[in-house]
């Protein structure tokens, strides 16, 4: 996120300086206050992306598209990672499945995402979001490093 979304900026003509110190918690820290700054200006926020995946689109609604789904998921991917849920919220969770399922076979054929994976017709939506994705909903990580 903090190389590929500045890049997709630059198809707007808006350079995100994103501060970079090589530690991860830190430079998240720097990213988030350089995308809502970015957001808080309303002519960056309305430039419009001339090309790439988001043209024809403003600043504002390619990270509503694309930059908060995508840190939605990758919240999932990182609790899980741990061995931990990652509560997400169900409505936001729905909106982005119906969104994903609207792209039909398109969306594997990006390579970005897995083949869905199955999952109950009646499972919890995260859980329909993260299966249809290519995740394993019952996915538990968590596994520990040996300190030697």
């Known amino acids: 996120m903090l190389t ?10 808006i350079d995100l300086e994103v501060p970079r110190s090589g ?15 970015l ?3 309303p002519a960056r926020a309305e430039a419009v992306v001339t090309a790439g995946p988001d043209e024809g689109q403003t600043v504002a609604r390619a990270t509503s598209g694309f930059l908060i789904p995508d840190i939605f998921l990758h919240t999932w991917d990182l609790a899980r990672s741990q061995g931990n849920d990652a509560h997400l919220n169900a409505d936001y969770a729905a909106r982005n499945l119906a969104g994903l ?5 398109g969306l594997q054929a ?26 394993d909903p019952q996915f ?6 040996d300190p030697a």
């Open 110 to 135: 990006t390579g970005q995402f897995g083949p869905p994976h199955p999952v109950a017709e009646d499972a919890p939506v995260v859980d329909r979001l993260m299966a249809h994705i290519g995740r």
């Open 23 to 37: 530690d991860p918690a830190a430079d998240w820290a720097g990213f988030v206050t350089a995308v809502s700054d």
């Open 140 to 145: 538990r990580g968590g596994a520990t490093v």
């Open 101 to 105: 399922e609207s792209l039909g076979d």
């Open 39 to 41: 957001l808080a200006d």
């Open 4 to 13: 590929w979304y500045p890049a997709n900026l630059r198809n707007a003509d």
